[in-house]
């Protein structure tokens, strides 16, 4: 008996001690109280690189907006160019050279000056193959700049793009992250690794990057538009979205952006505040107007008209996104055609269109992707689009893979396999999406993303002036006019334009979202 | 001995390089390529083939793999194109941060898992049987991943004991105290199944000893129960006990993929999936690698320990 007490008790010591190890952790306090001045943002996944000419998620552009700064860049709010490193730019009559004057006394956060060597260098890593910091890539978007054919130096503080033909959203482009103005000091220095080692001349320094757990960027007391009213701000990737709601509630985070619909309820109360920003954000089901029952007009007018729009949106995407109109998103407020009203939800109306069209057969097979960038809710969506066209007559039958799937399967056209499929876009400029996805010389075989094969030369001649016209009046009328012709054709049913929400916790003041979807935080003050 | 060592590690160069085949094979095979995940919408054929160019992904499939293979065996696995940093960095960090989880796991499961199984055997059909039998069937049935997000809403967000997710804190964290208390959550999470699945078993090991007659005659030598049960009875359970135990090992560690989504665990498992979904090919490649390395080579150790103790079964 002594010896089996003393076992029960050697025992008992060690699972006293486990529960006490338990006990002791459970003590300690919770949610570290994160220190006023410091922000805490809950991001949707690890960044891939902090080096602006690599990268392509939004995610990533999040940190990277408040690193670096680029020659233009949105005025607040809008989605209209202002100077930033560059003061002014003259553009030449033909439209084909734009001479930027930078700004004065502005350096690095290595030190190093910014001047016009420095801009040179950034176009020339990207573009030249022969560069000797080209192979610091691969620079995905730099056909965002396929127009340039050369940068040079004109002075120290004068720089001059020459394109091969007018391009007019490339200044809308120079405001994109891709166009943000890294350090070639840096760069010289750490090579592939810069995109761990970054270096700008924005309101915000980097200070570490903790692998799957923290980038922390610190203030820039030189900054040259005012120093950031934060001393820090922490970027965390929770890629779980329930997750990420949770640390929002439990304190963990400061601020969260992509707040899943489902999750908005629980922000309603005190201590939160929801903010909503509708961007430039486009879904859409792309018809395949090449073969099938969408080979026909009216049957693809039917089908904007037997889809309840609202329902989706206030529905399964719970006011997160307002109905869309056409193919351009309101938030391109200049070249937004006002006049246009969404195609209303008419059951009636789209069983006349089919009568009258006559197509006997209206099966239609349907793909559906089960996430992706900008892709909101797609199954859900996807199953009450099924259900809203079966009731007027068609049969539907839906197809879901996983996002890169889906788009091997979208992105080489519709042809012999689906009559429709779900899509999203967010763009930075009014050219990019119809230019892309609406031409005829975009279709896929011609390396576009024109998947339903809609051809309209009107369209495509419209496109193709506004493209070249340096004029923004004149561009905003041929996009205003395409949009008219677009929406009576139907090559797509409009969906939604997403509203970007985020939540932030009652000590983070000025804090507002941007139409362009960035983030930008050099305003911001956490108490 | 020692010629048994290396025949068992010779033996596993055939399954390594099967392996190495099996995932090039399906990464390749799998549609949608990494310049279409990285592109997204922007993927058109012509960005598309430039982007491959320079990933180094034109190359024809069977000499990608003989290069892929040829750097591996000089410790060169790639950088991974999703997060731009040395494949073999990201997988030995993030490899420790599951083996951190699983290994507590698995201790909690064993020990509190053979605990109620033999209590609950030793007062067979009375209260405490009941309550744990009771517990262990809940335990089982409830998914990992649906207690982890329950935990959270109780522990971490109504009565802030613990924090939500992570494995250190932000600020000012970073020492043992920081990551047990980040740990408690997801290793009680992940180990609640299988600590219910030892229990079942340990107590059911325990009914058949307690039965037999070497333990009736201990009794009537007049052995303390406590002695009885815990010294003699558990002893002669344990030889099915461990067998079991072996298999929850390997189930803490697959099954902490969800745990590590769920408490977003910077661990290995939530590296694959994230991979996975961006057809990051070297980090998924080498990820399978070394990960079914670490597997072949603590099944030779646990083989080789079970032939010193049981010299039987050397063959």
């Not at chain 1, 009216?298 to 089908?303: E, G, I, K, L, S």
Request: negative net charge; charged residues 20%; contains cysteine.
């Amino acid at each position: 008996m002594q010896q089996g007490m003393l076992n029960w008790t050697r025992r008992g010591v060690l699972a006293a001690g486990v529960a006490m190890s338990m006990a002791l952790g459970a003590t300690a306090p919770a949610t570290a109280q994160t220190p006023p001045g410091v922000l805490i943002v809950g991001q949707i996944a690890e960044p891939k690189a902090l080096d602006p000419a690599a990268v392509t998620a939004v995610n990533d552009f999040r940190i990277l907006m408040n690193v670096y700064d680029g020659l233009v860049r949105y005025r607040d709010g809008t989605l209209e160019v202002e100077p930033a490193l560059a003061t002014a730019w003259e553009i030449s009559e033909d439209g084909t050279e734009y001479t930027f004057t930078l700004r004065e006394g502005v350096r690095f956060h290595d030190g190093s000056d910014f001047n016009a060597e420095a801009v040179v260098f950034n176009f020339e890593r990207m573009l030249n193959e022969d560069h000797p910091y080209h192979d610091t890539g691969p620079f995905p978007l730099a056909f965002f700049f396929s127009a340039v054919e050369s940068v040079e130096a004109v002075d120290d503080l004068t720089v001059r793009f020459t394109l091969n033909e007018p391009y007019a959203p490339f200044l809308s482009n120079l405001a994109y992250p891709t166009g943000l103005i890294v350090s070639p000091a840096a760069v010289e220095q750490h090579g592939a690794d810069f995109g761990r080692n970054p270096s700008g001349t924005g309101p915000f320094t980097f200070k570490e990057w903790r692998s799957n757990e923290a980038v922390v960027v610190e203030k820039n007391p030189e900054y040259w538009d005012g120093a950031p009213e934060l001393d820090a701000v922490v970027f965390r990737p929770i890629t779980d979205a329930n997750t990420r709601t949770a640390e929002m509630l439990a304190g963990g985070i400061d601020l969260m952006v992509e707040v899943p619909p489902v999750s908005l309820s629980e922000f309603q109360g005190e201590g939160f505040t929801v903010h909503e920003q509708a961007g430039p954000h486009l879904w859409f089901l792309i018809l395949n107007a090449k073969e099938g029952p969408f080979a026909d007009k009216r049957v693809r007018q039917a089908a904007n008209y037997a889809i309840n729009k609202t329902a989706l949106v206030d529905n399964v995407l719970e006011g997160t996104a307002d109905v869309a109109a056409g193919p351009t998103p309101p938030a391109f407020a200049w070249a937004y055609n006002e006049s246009l009203e969404p195609y209303p939800y008419d059951p009636e109306k789209a069983k006349a269109l089919l009568a009258e069209a006559g197509v006997d057969d209206l099966s239609l097979t349907f793909y559906v992707t089960e996430g992706g960038s900008g892709m909101l809710d797609p199954v859900a969506m996807g199953t009450a689009i099924q259900a809203d066209l079966n009731a007027v007559g068609f049969d539907t039958e839906i197809e879901t893979y996983e996002w890169n799937t889906f788009l091997g399967e979208v992105n080489p056209g519709l042809e012999g396999k689906a009559d429709m499929a779900e899509m999203a876009w967010m763009t930075n400029d009014p050219d990019t999406l119809p230019y892309l996805a609406l031409r005829t010389d975009a279709w896929p075989d011609k390396g576009g993303f024109n998947s339903g094969y809609y051809s309209n030369p009107e369209v495509d001649k419209l496109l193709e002036a506004a493209r070249v016209a340096t004029d923004q009046e004149k561009r905003a009328e041929l996009y205003k006019r395409m949009q008219e012709i677009v929406q009576e054709d139907a090559p797509w049913v409009f969906v939604a334009n997403w509203k970007q929400n985020a939540v932030t916790s009652e000590a983070v003041e000025n804090f507002a979202l941007q139409p362009s979807f960035f983030l930008l935080l050099d305003d911001v003050v956490k108490n | 001995m020692g010629s048994y060592i290396v025949k068992r590690l010779l033996s596993a160069i055939p399954v390594l390089l099967g392996i190495t085949v099996i995932v090039f094979l399906i990464m390749a095979m799998i549609p949608g390529d990494p310049a279409t995940a990285i592109l997204g919408s922007y993927a058109t054929p012509e960005n598309v083939a430039k982007l491959n160019r320079d990933l180094g992904l034109d190359e024809p499939l069977v000499a990608r793999y003989f290069i892929w293979l040829g750097n591996m065996l000089q410790g060169d696995f790639g950088r991974s194109f999703s997060l731009n940093r040395p494949v073999l960095d990201e997988v030995t960090e993030r490899f420790m941060a599951t083996l951190i989880l699983a290994g507590t796991s698995f201790v909690l499961c064993a020990l509190f898992g053979i605990m109620a199984g033999v209590v609950s055997a030793a007062r067979q059909y009375g209260w405490a049987d009941r309550g744990i039998t009771f517990a262990v069937l809940l335990g089982i049935s409830i998914p990992s991943f649906f207690l982890g997000m329950m935990m959270i809403l109780i522990f971490a967000v109504h009565l802030r004991w613990f924090p939500v997710s992570g494995m250190y804190a932000i600020y000012g964290g970073g020492d043992l105290a920081d990551l047990l208390h980040h740990l408690v959550m997801p290793a009680v999470a992940l180990s609640v199944v299988a600590t219910g699945v030892v229990a079942r078993l340990a107590r059911s090991a325990m009914l058949e000893v307690l039965r037999q007659d070497f333990i009736r005659t201990a009794r009537a030598k007049g052995v303390g129960e406590g002695r009885v049960v815990w010294r003699h009875a558990l002893k002669a359970a344990m030889v099915s006990i461990i067998p079991v135990l072996g298999i929850q090992a390997g189930f803490v560690l697959s099954g902490a993929v969800y745990i590590e989504m769920v408490f977003q665990w910077p661990g290995v498992g939530r590296m694959l999936v994230d991979a996975i979904l961006k057809r990051d090919i070297l980090l998924v490649q080498g990820g399978v690698v070394i990960v079914a390395a670490c597997y072949v080579l603590f099944n030779i150790a646990v083989d080789v320990a079970q032939s010193l103790l049981d010299p039987r079964i050397k063959t």
